[in-house]
C-alpha cells in the first residue's frame, strides 16, 4: 500500500507563507496499490483538488478514472474539495462514495452534493458528468475485493464520525480522526447538587468501554493516522468536547496499541511551519524504545507500507 | 388489506411523527438551547419525556448504529452519541411536540398521562432497588416503567373518536382499558407499544414492557421480572391515583397475580410512598422552574 497525505490540516485551509511546509489543505489521504489498478482515497477536503489534478494527469491519459471515495464524516472540511474536484466533470468517470449519515435525514448524496446547489456553487450536482454513486456507511467489517478488507469504527466527534481500517496483504492503515477519548460527561462531584451516583457510575464505565474498543480498533496498525489537533496544554483548559485528540494521547494509544507508525494528522490550522518543527522535536522522541515512529503528517509526503 | 393492517399501519405511519410531550418541551427547549446544559441536566429533562427518551434510544438502536447490543439507558447513549447529538434531537423532537400538541391528547389529559408515566418508572426503579436488583440494570426499571404505556399516545391520536369511546366504557364499566380499546379501537395500547418498540428497535426487555405489562406472565423468563415489576408499579400509581392513563380500575385477582411473580406482599411497597413522591416533586420543580422562568 502506498498512501499519500494530499490534505493534513483540520477546519480550514490555511494557505500562506507559514504553511508551506507541512500543507494548508484539508483532509484527504490516497491509497494506491502496487500490483492492484484500484485507487482509493479517504475524504475530499480541500487536499481532494490537487489529487484530482494529479489524476487528470496521470490516470485519465492511461484511461477512465474509477474510484472510492471513503467520508470519515460530512463536516465542511472534509467534503469542502468534492466541487473542484475536476474527474467529476470527465464523463467517462466512476465515483463510489461512501460516508456516515447521522440521524438527520438527508441522504449521503444530499449532503455532499448539496454544496453544488446555485447559491453556495456554479454548477449543481445534477449537471456532473461523471457517474457518482453515494452509499451509507456503517460500523461493520467489510469485503471490498482484491483482498482488501475493510473495518470501520464509530469514532467520538460531534457528528457521526468514522475510523477506517484498511488491511491489505498483511499490511494495515487505520485511521482515526475525528475523535476525541470519551469521556464521563456526568457530574462525578458527590458535593454538586446535580450529583447522581447511578449516572456517574454509568457514564464512567460507558466511557471506559468506549475507549477500549477505539483502542482495539487501532491495535498492531503499521501506520496509524490519528487525530492529534492540540496539544495537551491547549486540549484541557476549552477544547474538551470539541471532538478532537490531544497528541500526547494520540503518542499513547500508538505506544499501547503497538502501532508502528503514527502520523498526527488534523492539524490546528493555526499552528505555523516553524511551531511544527519546534514540536516535532519533542513529540517525535515520544516512541519510546520499540515504539512508534512518530511525525506529524505532512502534505505531499507519501508512505510505503 | 384487511382492517388489523390498516390499523397497524395507521399506527406505524405516526409512530416517527409522534410528538414530545407539551408538558416537558418548555424545559427540554431549555435545557437544549443553552451552550452550557450539563449532561446531569440533559439525561434528566430527557428521562422525564416518555417520548424523547424513546426517540433517543431509537436513534442509538437504529440501523445507522448497527450495535451488537441494543442500549436501554440514556447514559449510555448521552456518552457515546455526545450531548450535541442528543440536544439537537431533543430539540427537533421538542419542536413538533410544540407544533403539534394542540392536536394530540384529545381524549387523555397530557399532564395527568405525564404524571402517571413518571411515577411508574420512578415506582419500577424503586422496586429495583427495594429488591436489590443491581444498580446498573435499574435505569432499565425505570426506562421501562416511563415508557409503558407509550402505546396510548398513538391509538389516542389516531383514532381520537374511538379513543375516548373506549375510556368513558372502560370508566362505566369499572373495568379494563385493554380490553375497552380491543372492542371500540380494534388495537390495545399493549400491541400499538409492542408496534413503537419494534419501529424504533428499542432492547426486547423494553419493548415487553410496552407490550405485555398486562400480562407479565407472558414475558419470556429474562424479562419477566422487569416487565412484572413495571405491571405493579402500574397498578400501584393507579391505585394511588397518581395522575391518569385513563386505567382507573385495576382488578385484584391481576394484582394479586403480580404480587405472586415477584414473591411480594402488598404491604412491601408501603416504604416506596415516600421516595416515589420525592421523585415525583422533584420533576415538577425541575419542570415548572422553567414555566416561572418563561412566563
Known amino acids: ?305 | 388489506m384487511d382492517i388489523a393492517e390498516q390499523l397497524h399501519k395507521t399506527i406505524q405511519d405516526y409512530i416517527d411523527r409522534m410528538p414530545s410531550l407539551s408538558t416537558t418541551v418548555t424545559k427540554v427547549l431549555e435545557v437544549c438551547n443553552s451552550p452550557k446544559t450539563s449532561a446531569n441536566d440533559l439525561n434528566r429533562v430527557i428521562s422525564l419525556d416518555p417520548v424523547l427518551t424513546g426517540h433517543v434510544l431509537k436513534l442509538i438502536n437504529s440501523a445507522y448504529y448497527s450495535l451488537p447490543n441494543q442500549v436501554s439507558s440514556l447514559a449510555r447513549a448521552i456518552i457515546m452519541l455526545g450531548l450535541n447529538t442528543v440536544k439537537n434531537l431533543a430539540l427537533s423532537t421538542a419542536v413538533v411536540g410544540a407544533l403539534g400538541k394542540k392536536s394530540c391528547f384529545t381524549a387523555l389529559p397530557m399532564d395527568a398521562f405525564w404524571a402517571h408515566s413518571i411515577c411508574v418508572g420512578v415506582t419500577a426503579k424503586a422496586l429495583a432497588a427495594a429488591r436489590s436488583v443491581p444498580s446498573a440494570q435499574r435505569e432499565e426499571y425505570f426506562v421501562g416503567g416511563m415508557l409503558h404505556d407509550l402505546g396510548k399516545i398513538p391509538l389516542n391520536t389516531c383514532f381520537a373518536e374511538e379513543y375516548a369511546q373506549a375510556l368513558q366504557l372502560a370508566a362505566l364499566e369499572q373495568g379494563s382499558l385493554l380490553r375497552a380499546e380491543q372492542l371500540l379501537v380494534g388495537v390495545d395500547h399493549g400491541l400499538a407499544g409492542r408496534l413503537i418498540g419494534e419501529k424504533w428497535r428499542l432492547a426486547p426487555s423494553i419493548i415487553d414492557s410496552l407490550a405485555l405489562h398486562h400480562a407479565p406472565e407472558q414475558a419470556p423468563d429474562e424479562y419477566r421480572d422487569l416487565v412484572a415489576t413495571v405491571a405493579l408499579a402500574n397498578l400501584y400509581t393507579n391505585i394511588y391515583e397518581i395522575g391518569s392513563a385513563g386505567d382507573m380500575f385495576p382488578e385484584t385477582p391481576f394484582l394479586m397475580s403480580i404480587l405472586d411473580i415477584m414473591g411480594l406482599r402488598w404491604a412491601d411497597l408501603m416504604p416506596l410512598h415516600e421516595i416515589v413522591q420525592v421523585e415525583l416533586d422533584k420533576a415538577q420543580v425541575f419542570l415548572k422552574l422553567t414555566e416561572r422562568e418563561n412566563s
Open chain 1, 1 to 305: 500500500m502506498r498512501v499519500k497525505f494530499w490534505g493534513v490540516r483540520g477546519s480550514i485551509p490555511c494557505p500562506g507563507p507559514h504553511t508551506c511546509k507541512y500543507g494548508g489543505n484539508t483532509a484527504c489521504i490516497e491509497i494506491r496499490f502496487d500490483d492492484l489498478p484500484r485507487q482509493i482515497i479517504i475524504d475530499a477536503g480541500s487536499g481532494l483538488r490537487e489529487l484530482g489534478n494529479f489524476m487528470m494527469g496521470h490516470d485519465l491519459p492511461k484511461g477512465p478514472i474509477t474510484t472510492s471515495i471513503y467520508l470519515s464524516h460530512t463536516h465542511w472540511d472534509h467534503i469542502m474539495g468534492f466541487p473542484f474536484f475536476t474527474p467529476i466533470y470527465i464523463p467517462s468517470t466512476r465515483i463510489e462514495v461512501f460516508g456516515p449519515v447521522s440521524h438527520e435525514r438527508d441522504t449521503l448524496e444530499t449532503i455532499v452534493g448539496g454544496q453544488m446547489t446555485y447559491r453556495y456553487f456554479p454548477v449543481r450536482q445534477a449537471e456532473l458528468a461523471a457517474s457518482i454513486s453515494y452509499a451509507n456507511l456503517k460500523e461493520g467489517r467489510f469485503d471490498l475485493g482484491d483482498g482488501i478488507v475493510l473495518t470501520t469504527k464509530y469514532l467520538n466527534h460531534p457528528i457521526l464520525c468514522l475510523g477506517y481500517r484498511f488491511e491489505y496483504q498483511g499490511k494495515v492503515l487505520c485511521t482515526a480522526y475525528d475523535t476525541e477519548p470519551y469521556q464521563n460527561l456526568f457530574c462525578t462531584d458527590p458535593n454538586e447538587p446535580e450529583y447522581d451516583e447511578l449516572m456517574a457510575i454509568e457514564g464512567e464505565t460507558v466511557a471506559r468501554e468506549q475507549n477500549e474498543a477505539l483502542e482495539h480498533f487501532v491495535t498492531g496498525a503499521d501506520l496509524l493516522v490519528h487525530d492529534a489537533q492540540y496539544t495537551a496544554g491547549e486540549y484541557a483548559p476549552s477544547k474538551v468536547g470539541w471532538g478532537h485528540t490531544p497528541m500526547e494521547t494520540a503518542i499513547a494509544v500508538a505506544r499501547r496499541r503497538q502501532v508502528k507508525r503514527l502520523a498526527l494528522f488534523h492539524h490546528e490550522p493555526m499552528r505555523t511551519d516553524g511551531q511544527f518543527d519546534l514540536l516535532c522535536q519533542d513529540y517525535a522522541q515520544r516512541g519510546g524504545e520499540g515504539g512508534p515512529e512518530i511525525f506529524f503528517a505532512r502534505e505531499g509526503e507519501e508512505i510505503i507500507l
